[in-house]
């Protein structure tokens, strides 16, 4: 299980409406379903063969991510991959209009 820990400056709403732009993109590009309960997303699907189940809790300043993808994918980059996403998706240079959604 890789855990993933992101700060972040804007507020939660913001936050989530950034994660709601990734996850439409993971779901468009790779099938990836997201769930939120609150504001805590649940992402579940397959990826090039690969299960990936994600969680992901927005909070004031922080986004935390627990990822199971297995031992294999972890070697391989998810997690690099998974790291990138939230780099680009949280970049306060760039508005979320203007973010990737598929």
């Not at 649940?42 to 927005?58: E, H, L, P, Q, Y």
């Not at 990138?84 to 973010?99: F, G, H, I, M, N």
Request: charged content about 30%; overall charge positive; hydrophobic content about 35%.
């Amino acid at each position: 299980m890789m855990k993933i820990d992101r700060t972040h400056a804007f507020s939660i709403e913001e936050a989530r409406s950034r994660l709601e732009a990734l996850t439409t993109y993971w779901q468009t590009k790779y099938g990836i379903k997201p769930e939120w309960s609150g504001n805590t997303l649940r992402c579940r699907g397959s990826v090039k063969g690969i299960d990936f189940d994600a969680t992901m809790d927005v909070a004031e300043k922080t986004i935390k991510c627990e990822a199971d993808v297995g031992w294999l994918a972890e070697r391989l980059g998810a997690r690099a991959y998974i790291e990138k996403k939230l780099r680009e998706y949280l970049d306060p240079s760039k508005p979320v209009t203007a973010l990737p959604r598929g």
